[in-house]
């Protein structure tokens, strides 16, 4: 029995092509689709300790981003990376999978893909949850020396190619080991079998790379895309829920909840205790705002 079946028992892997990417996912349960998305340096394997319970009540896809995990990029889009571009690709597998509607819970990276798509498949996203995230152009119009010092990755993984990949090359291990800790308050608060996944994932280095374009989008394109919802007045209809890290300032010190108010018409959500990593450190706790949330739909 491989990682994935011990740490998602009852549930069924799926590999499903795109028209550019190759989707790695794990499917259970019944009843209204709910898409998981993960955060860097992660894999779909940060959802271990919800998805099993959300399925008791929702058909769940969690899904490797495109790159990431066991995930695999088959073409050359323009905008590699991009938040529009994977969520186009995530879009076309749920709804290949015979899911019109769904609704999407992203963390970190996975939480920036599930706004784009909220943004540019409304027809189909019912419901956004935003776990540790306010949009791309909101860090970075509050982007100080304290931003920069806690998350110099933003910096250091966007730079062209290939400066950033032959840096992560030199003991890709010992960065993901040393970000892991930073993010979880500690190694032994992960699952041992999770953080296997996320190790042996890293060290390949196309899902490097894919990382490195993710965070070059991040400060490229994904911002445009973001300028251009604002000055064109394009919200999120659908419901969000934003869980954040208690006690941390986003976006040059606003609340999220404020901030995500000036994108979308109907926001709730609280600060939760646990570090970045709430799907893990705080999984109750996002359980239950989740559990809430989506009665709603």
Excluded at 137 to 146: F, H, L, Q
Excluded at 156 to 167: C, F, N, T, V
Excluded at 169 to 192: I, Q
Aim: charged share 25%; with cysteine.
């Amino acid at each position: 029995m491989n990682a994935t079946a011990k740490l998602f028992p009852g549930f069924r892997e799926e590999t499903v092509a795109t028209s550019q990417a190759r989707l790695s996912t794990i499917v259970g349960g019944s009843g209204n689709p709910v898409l998981l998305l993960h955060g860097y340096p992660e894999t779909k394997a940060a959802w271990h300790r919800l998805a099993a319970r959300l399925a008791e009540r929702y058909t769940v896809v969690a899904a490797d981003l495109p790159g990431y995990g066991d995930s695999r990029v088959t073409a050359n889009p323009a905008d590699p990376g991009s938040k529009r571009w994977m969520g186009e690709q995530l879009h076309e597998m749920m709804t290949g999978m015979g899911y019109d509607t769904y609704a999407v819970v992203g963390h970190d990276r996975g939480g920036r893909v599930a706004y784009r798509m909220a943004l540019d498949q409304p027809q189909s996203v019912t419901a956004l949850a935003s776990l540790t995230v306010v949009p791309t152009i909101e860090m970075w119009s509050g982007a100080d020396k304290n931003f920069g010092m806690g998350a110099f990755h933003w910096f250091m993984l966007a730079q062209p190619y290939d400066l950033p990949e032959r840096l992560l090359s030199s003991d890709p291990a010992y960065f993901l080991d040393a970000t892991l800790k930073k993010m979880a308050g500690g190694l032994e608060h992960l699952d041992p079998l999770a953080l296997a996944e996320y190790r042996r994932c890293f060290l390949d280095p196309g899902v490097r790379h894919a990382v490195c374009e993710d965070y070059r989008a991040g400060a490229g394109i994904d911002e445009v895309h973001d300028r251009e919802d604002q000055e064109a007045g394009r919200r999120i209809g659908c419901p969000v829920l934003v869980l954040w890290e208690e006690g941390r300032a986003y976006g040059g010190g606003r609340v999220p909840l404020d901030i995500w108010r000036d994108w979308a018409d109907d926001v709730a959500g609280r600060g939760l205790l646990g570090g970045h990593l709430l799907p893990e450190r705080a999984s109750g706790d996002v359980l239950a705002e989740l559990t809430a949330f989506l009665g709603r739909w």
